[in-house]
């Protein structure tokens, strides 16, 4: 056997290595870079889910986040429906001058408010006798405003004697706010006769020592004849 020259072993061994070096490239190619992808979340929280505006990140309005009532009447008889809102001790004080002091009961109620997150509404309406009262249905946060169904309700009994005597019930509310202070009011109060009215105020338009606005509606009518 004929042994390979010189220039047939150089020429074999520079072919194998050429080969490798192809092999190698591809397989440099196909290997996953040692840089790091990532998709744009970083795991921070994005500007979608910072709260404004002392939301909750989810764009929720200030809530309600308790209420209390009491009742109480006065002598003067009452032509409609009433809407107050009191946003400061000063215009509660007024309020309740304004009523005779009648409704001193009502003074540790008031004075037991804080009024950096609390407001007081009163609603009102006449009554033919004094034993009937200004009920609170309904108290709910919504739309940016503070939303009461009140109604005027019979308290006695069928076989309990009451006389006749013209007054006006009320019912102060106070809500208490989970955040900012809400400061507009809108209510429906259901009168003596059964008509319902729709009352507003809102603490820039009403002024701080009746803080009573009512709207127009076409559909209201006296309370009493």
């Not at 074999?12 to 870079?33: F, H, K, N, R």
């Not at 019912?171 to 989970?178: E, H, P």
């Amino acid at each position: 056997m004929t042994a390979p020259s010189r220039r047939a072993l150089l020429c074999g061994t520079a072919s194998v290595i050429a080969l490798s070096a192809g092999c190698l490239g591809d397989d440099a190619e196909d290997s996953p870079s040692n840089e790091t992808e990532t998709d744009g979340d970083s795991g921070a929280p994005s500007s979608d889910d910072d709260p404004e505006d002392g939301g909750d990140g989810d764009g929720q309005a200030t809530e309600l986040a308790g209420s209390d009532s009491r009742t109480y009447r006065y002598s003067k008889r009452s032509t409609s429906p009433q809407l107050n809102l009191l946003g400061d001790d000063d215009s509660a004080t007024d309020w309740l001058a304004e009523r005779d002091r009648t409704a001193d009961s009502l003074e540790t109620f008031v004075d037991e408010t804080d009024f950096e997150t609390s407001i007081l509404v009163s609603l009102e309406a006449g009554a033919p006798t004094p034993c009937h009262e200004l009920a609170l249905e309904s108290i709910a946060a919504e739309d940016e405003q503070v939303v009461l169904d009140g109604a005027v309700r019979e308290t006695s009994d069928d076989d309990e004697a009451c006389i006749t005597q013209e007054t006006t019930v009320g019912r102060l509310v106070r809500a208490t706010f989970d955040g900012q202070r809400l400061t507009t009011v809108s209510a429906t109060i259901v009168d003596r006769n059964g008509e319902s009215r729709q009352l507003s105020v809102s603490h820039d338009t009403a002024s701080e020592s009746t803080g009573a606005e009512s709207s127009n509606s076409s559909d209201e009518t006296a309370a009493d004849e």
